[in-house]
Structure formats: structure tokens, C-alpha cells
């Protein structure tokens, strides 16, 4: 075979080479799972009260490390959308302040509240680390708020 043929078989199997490359990228490709809209709704424990660095809102004492932040971080598929979460909220106040944070996109929502509504921080107090004498009581006082 003379140069021309050797140029010209070559140049063929190039074209076929990038001819099978396109086809490939034609193909369709694998659908995706979809995005789910996340939207954190409550109190401390959401917020993520006791895990400073309070970074993300110093007067809610938000927190990146409160978990609604850190499931939007681990899990690809999940959108953190809005997390107004705040220290202190009742469910009064969530209702109030954080439930128009909702959308009509939102598919996952997580809600925690109603420790404030119960006085557990006065729990905590009394009897953490070491039970005090008001310890009883206030696990008392909350029971009664629950019935």
C-alpha cells in the first residue's frame, strides 16, 4: 500500500473512530433523581442551640451544625430552601413567623418545637448536671403541661 492509501485508511478509521463517539454521546443519558425542596421549621434543637459556631443567625443561635443544615450537606438529593429556625420559638411563634417560609415547591419539611412551650430548659436546669431539689418539680411542672 503506496502512502496514499496508508493517509487515506488512516483518515477513515479516524472518522469512523469519532463518528462512534458521537453516538455514544447521543445516547440518552440516565435520568437524575429528582431535587427535593427542604424547608426546617422549630425551636433550639432545630436551630441547633449548643453547637456554636452560631454562624448562620447569632439572635436564633442558628447554627451549620444544627442537623437541618448537615442533612441539606450529606444527602445530594435533598435542598435546604429555608431554615428559620430560631431558639426560643414556640409553636405560637412558628405558626406565626416561620410557616411562610413554606412554598408550593417544598416537599420535605421537618418540624420540631414545643420544648420551649413545656419550660424544658427549667428542667435542664434543675436537674442537669446534678439533680437539685426543684429537679422533681419541674419534670412535674411539665408533665402537668402535657396532660
Same mark, same amino acid.
Given at each position: 500500500?503506496?502512502?496514499?492509501?496508508?493517509?487515506?485508511?488512516?483518515?477513515?478509521?479516524?472518522?469512523?473512530?469519532?463518528?462512534?463517539?458521537?453516538?455514544?454521546?447521543?445516547?440518552?443519558?440516565?435520568?437524575?433523581?429528582?431535587?427535593?425542596?427542604?424547608?426546617?421549621?422549630?425551636?433550639?434543637?432545630?436551630?441547633?442551640?449548643?453547637?456554636?459556631?452560631?454562624?448562620?443567625?447569632?439572635?436564633?443561635?442558628?447554627? =451549620?451544625?444544627?442537623?437541618? *443544615?448537615? @442533612?441539606?450537606? #450529606? %444527602?445530594?438529593?435533598?435542598? /435546604?430552601?429555608?431554615?428559620?429556625?430560631?431558639?426560643?420559638?414556640?409553636? =405560637?411563634?412558628?405558626?406565626? *413567623?416561620? @410557616?411562610?417560609? #413554606? %412554598?408550593?415547591?417544598?416537599? /420535605?419539611?421537618?418540624?420540631?418545637?414545643?420544648?420551649?412551650?413545656?419550660?424544658?430548659?427549667?428542667?435542664?436546669?434543675?436537674?442537669?448536671?446534678?439533680?437539685?431539689?426543684?429537679?422533681?418539680?419541674?419534670?412535674?411542672?411539665?408533665?402537668?403541661?402535657?396532660?
Amino acid at each position: 500500500m503506496n502512502a496514499r492509501g496508508r493517509f487515506l485508511s488512516v483518515l477513515v478509521t479516524i472518522v469512523v473512530a469519532l463518528a462512534g463517539f458521537v453516538t455514544v454521546g447521543a445516547l440518552p443519558a440516565v435520568a437524575s433523581p429528582p431535587i427535593i425542596q427542604y424547608v426546617a421549621l422549630g425551636d433550639s434543637y432545630a436551630a441547633g442551640q449548643g453547637a456554636p459556631p452560631y454562624d448562620l443567625d447569632a439572635a436564633c443561635k442558628r447554627s =451549620s451544625k444544627g442537623y437541618p *443544615t448537615l @442533612l441539606n450537606n #450529606l %444527602e445530594s438529593r435533598i435542598q /435546604l430552601q429555608a431554615n428559620p429556625t430560631c431558639s426560643g420559638a414556640t409553636t =405560637s411563634s412558628v405558626a406565626i *413567623t416561620q @410557616l411562610p417560609a #413554606l %412554598e408550593p415547591g417544598t416537599k /420535605l419539611v421537618t418540624l420540631t418545637v414545643g420544648a420551649a412551650n413545656l419550660g424544658l430548659s427549667v428542667v435542664l436546669a434543675a436537674c442537669f448536671p446534678t439533680p437539685t431539689q426543684l429537679c422533681q418539680g419541674a419534670i412535674d411542672n411539665v408533665r402537668d403541661n402535657l396532660l
